[in-house]
């Protein structure tokens, strides 16, 4: 039973982590760039919703509301003026441009919202279902995080595979060139896409907060590599594979925790992420793409 | 150097042209090759067979699979099926790495010099293979290391006079006019010590002046190296000037083989790829 | 012929690297008169070790960033693995070595070995990975090293060295010393570490780095950079280049990792995380890629600026961050790089 619980919480944890993976993913797949800043759009989100809520009394939902407009806002801004700028430059140089966003939003959020942990009140009201006569007990908190997984997921694969934009996307993924030779406006699509990622991150991040109640200007890098990682993990680009992999990551982060040491459990995610892409370069069900000669 | 006069005698099977270096082995053989590419068979029952002395062109429309052909050559892909002999072994499993060291040096389509390094250091770079001093002689400058540095930039400078490049040793790579850094692609593979030397479109983006100084340079390469060379080119008059043999291609698959003169008359090339007239070759 | 001649140093490019050995050299020489008459202030003669950690930092991630092209974010891993390795060395070599610069000598030879071994064993993977992926494997390492070093604990009794992972299970005899606590880290160390030896070891990585440059594994590492296939296509290997660049830079972070440590007394796993790393990087960017003498004095600059400027100190690590993005958009956007372009001569007769 302790093992069911367990296997619950990483089930939990692995839904945030996909949730998180899927804006990675879906900017790596089209932008082909590594949006290191998106973690601390997580934690922008959970700040917004942390004001939205305890300091203007709204209601949680319309709080994460709230917070899903500002970030997507937040990631439409970043993604105009430091990455647009640099879509023909190497990727080395991107990078060094995501990690330097990243680091400008985690100490403008310091310097706005001080390092005092605040403490984030629950989305919904605490409490747990008790199931097996109270011997196994799952919060509020982790069947809404599973279920929102869940009905983003749906959702985002019915918008991939059915709307224009979704196939706008796709076709932004494959060829660029040839996308905007078909009339995509590619510019549009990237930075839509980023709007989409940022606004999941805000969802992430009211339920990362939910769930482990301490917001912190860091609140968002060390969760923001973990599902990076998750979305390397199931193979990056591919939104079944970020969610794969953010679920895999959250059970074996859990397990590692418990079973293992709790010290050393993010060693042993960084070290599934190393063993995985030694074994399959592209992630679990990623392409592999060869460089054209 | 002058060049030996090779003796041509009729092979009958496989070979592109009818007469041959018979003296010795040829020195690239490829039997049945082919690839299969995003489920296209992209190259398909590809066989040819090239004297130790030969130029030889590769020809035919865009998409035929003629840079395929050097990819797998250089084993930048695997093939799928085939075999390819060079100096009469096999070079199944081999790397890009490898086959460079067996002897197969080549050029690329899209320029791929190394832009930030000087123009004596881009042709130093392709003899690391024959420098032998470790990196503590090199932290060290022991003799070993000054021995071979000097003896390596002599033989740069006796490689890039092949095209009077001598005086822009010291430039960019990079910040070569374009025609010079074809140049420049060609002495880079040369370093190597090659046996077969591949040219991936040498012409491309020339004038006919230039194109002109290029065959002069290629036919001085031949002869003072006496390697084999296949070169793709879409210029049909330094194709036919230049070569031995000629081999077109048309969706993967080999349409001719023949002489220059053959390949011009040869009605399924016309056909194909030089347009219904011959006078008027479509490019 | 000279051998200067013979060898294409490029002038300019010899120009530099000889001023950079002066810039160096006389930058030493300054601020060893001015802190024996008394000129700098005492918290400025205790940045002057860190100072030079640094500098050696920037020079040994600039052999991975600038000259081989591939992104490290763990690099501050290889500067606490040979901080604790280093320091540890050094306090179990006290007993026997008496003489404190031979004693620091050996622990930073100590340190480098450890840590080109670290970055061997982290490079067999992580050099079969390309771009993005590599850089994020790196970053991965530099978090597995700190953990563990997090959870490490060494001790030394008259039955020689005992170790233990996540708790504390050396049970050492009387008169032994627990010398690594893992969360705890290293603690009483003495702190042999002087700005003599700092200048020397600078000293020792550029002539290490440059040297290697305009050799034949320097020119493959560069190939590499610019062109992997083609560099394959010249039968360079690539793995092997890659692999002695990144143990070579690793070696070099060790040594001055084992520095940095021996100038504090105590010392923790949590001082080299990804910050650190990223401060690092930042210094090699800001100085320009493969620009050793730029990121000396990028580190030289960040390291004393927020010392002095306290009251910005909340501001400095925001700084850093729009630095590094104005840095990437001057660099490679094209607009602002075709305008730079216009004003170099040399690209404009190119053109015409």
């Not at chain 1, 011997?135 to 224009?164: D, E, P």
Request: charged content about 15%.
């Amino acid at each position: 039973m302790i093992f069911l619980n367990y296997f619950i919480s990483g089930i939990s944890l692995g839904s945030i982590y996909a949730i998180i993976a899927l804006g990675y993913t879906m900017v790596y797949g089209i932008a082909k760039m590594l949006n290191f800043a998106h973690g601390d759009v997580i934690m922008v989100g959970g700040y917004i919703c942390f004001y939205a809520v305890a300091r203007y009394g709204m209601n949680p939902f319309l709080g994460v509301a709230v917070a899903v407009v500002g970030c997507t806002l937040l990631g439409i801004i970043v993604e105009r003026l430091a990455y647009k700028p640099l879509r023909q430059a190497p990727s080395l140089a991107v990078l060094i441009t995501a990690i330097g966003m990243s680091y400008f939003l985690q100490n403008t959020a310091l310097l706005l919202w001080s390092s005092n942990p605040k403490v984030f009140p629950s989305i919904i009201e605490r409490g747990s279902f008790k199931l097996f006569d109270g011997r196994l007990s799952v919060s509020h908190v982790t069947v809404l995080t599973i279920a929102s997984c869940l009905v983003i997921m749906g959702v985002l694969t019915l918008f991939i595979s059915k709307t224009r934009l979704g196939k706008a996307m796709r076709a932004c993924s494959e060829d660029k060139g040839a996308a905007q030779l078909m009339g995509i406006n590619v510019n549009a699509t990237i930075s839509m896409t980023f709007a989409i990622g940022s606004g999941l991150a805000a969802i992430a991040g009211a339920l990362l907060c939910s769930a482990y109640p301490t917001l912190m200007p860091t609140t968002g890098s060390l969760p923001g590599i973990k599902a990076f990682t998750a979305a390397v993990f199931g193979g990056i680009g591919s939104v079944p594979g970020a969610f794969l992999g953010g679920l895999m990551l959250g059970v074996i982060e859990i397990f590692a925790k418990a079973y293992i040491s709790s010290q050393l459990s993010d060693a042993v995610v960084f070290a599934v992420l190393i063993v995985v892409l030694l074994v399959k370069p592209s992630g679990l069900l990623g392409r592999n793409i060869q460089e054209k000669v | 150097m002058t060049r030996k006069k090779t003796k041509y005698v009729p092979v009958p099977s496989k070979s592109i042209l009818p007469e041959r270096d018979a003296s010795r082995a040829p020195v690239l053989e490829c039997i049945n090759l082919g690839i299969t590419l995003g489920g296209i068979k992209a190259v398909d029952n590809f066989n040819l067979t090239v004297g130790r002395t030969e130029i030889v062109g590769l020809i035919g429309p865009n998409g035929a699979g003629k840079t395929t052909v050097f990819n797998l050559l250089t084993k930048v892909y695997q093939p799928t099926t085939g075999t390819i002999l060079l100096d009469g072994k096999d070079t199944h499993g081999m790397s890009t790495i490898q086959v460079n060291r067996a002897g197969i040096a080549r050029t690329f389509q899209n320029i791929r010099l190394f832009k930030n390094l000087s123009v004596a250091d881009n042709v130093k770079a392709a003899m690391n293979n024959e420098m032998h001093y470790n990196m503590l002689s090199a932290i060290l400058r022991l003799p070993n290391y000054k021995r071979e540095e000097i003896a390596a930039h002599r033989r740069t400078l006796k490689l890039l006079s092949i095209f009077d490049m001598q005086g822009v040793a010291d430039v960019p790579a990079g910040s070569l006019p374009y025609g010079a850094q074809r140049r420049l692609e060609i002495v880079r593979a040369l370093a190597t010590n090659p046996s077969v030397l591949l040219l991936d479109e040498p012409a491309a983006g020339m004038n006919p002046s230039e194109t002109a100084e290029l065959m002069d340079s290629i036919r001085k390469v031949h002869e003072m190296f006496q390697i084999a060379i296949i070169l793709i080119e879409h210029d049909m008059s330094l194709v036919m000037n230049i070569c031995d043999g000629i081999c077109v291609l048309n969706f993967g698959q080999v349409i001719a083989k023949g002489t220059p003169d053959e390949i011009q008359s040869n009605p399924a090339v016309i056909e194909a790829y030089l347009g219904r007239r011959k006078e008027e070759p479509k490019s | 012929m000279t051998m200067k001649r013979l060898i294409n140093l490029k002038r300019a490019e010899a120009r530099k690297i000889y001023l950079t050995y002066a810039v160096v050299i006389a930058a030493y020489i300054i601020c060893q008169v001015m802190s024996s008459t008394g000129l700098f202030s005492s918290s400025m003669r205790g940045m002057l070790v860190p100072i030079c950690a640094y500098m050696v930092m920037a020079v040994s991630l600039n052999l991975v960033v600038g000259i081989l092209g591939e992104l490290s974010l763990g690099h501050a891993g290889f500067m606490s693995v040979g901080a604790f390795s280093g320091v540890a060395s050094a306090i179990l070599m006290q007993g026997t070595i008496t003489n404190a610069p031979l004693r620091l000598a050996l622990a930073m030879v100590i340190a480098a070995i450890f840590a080109a071994i670290a970055g061997f064993l982290i490079g067999i993977p992580v050099l079969r990975l390309k771009g993005d992926y590599l850089a994020i494997v790196t970053l991965a390492f530099g978090e597995i090293i700190k953990s563990i070093l997090n959870n490490f604990y060494l001790g030394m009794d008259s039955e020689g060295i005992q170790i233990s992972m996540i708790t504390d299970t050396t049970r050492l005899l009387k008169g032994g010393r627990l010398i690594i606590r893992g969360p705890m880290g290293i603690s009483g160390i003495q702190k042999i570490a002087t700005f003599t030896a700092g200048f020397v070891l600078l000293m020792i990585a550029l002539m290490i780095v440059f040297n290697l440059v305009n050799s034949r594994s320097g020119r493959a590492f560069m190939a590499i950079r610019d062109d992997r296939i083609a560099a394959e296509s010249i039968g360079l290997d690539i793995t092997k280049y890659k692999m002695m660049a990144f143990v070579m830079s690793a070696a070099i972070a060790g040594a001055a990792g084992a520095l940095f440590a021996m100038n504090y007394s105590t010392i923790v796993a949590n001082k080299f995380d990804f910050n650190t790393s990223i401060l690092i990087l930042v210094f090699v960017v800001l100085g320009g890629q493969g620009n050793m003498l730029g990121g000396i004095i990028a580190a030289a600059v960040l390291t004393i600026l927020p010392e002095k400027l306290r009251e910005f100190s909340e501001y400095r690590m925001l700084l850093y961050a729009v630095v590094l993005i104005v840095m990437m958009l001057a660099t490679n956007n094209a607009e602002v790089k075709s305008f730079l372009a216009g004003l170099n001569p040399f690209r404009r007769k190119e053109a015409a």
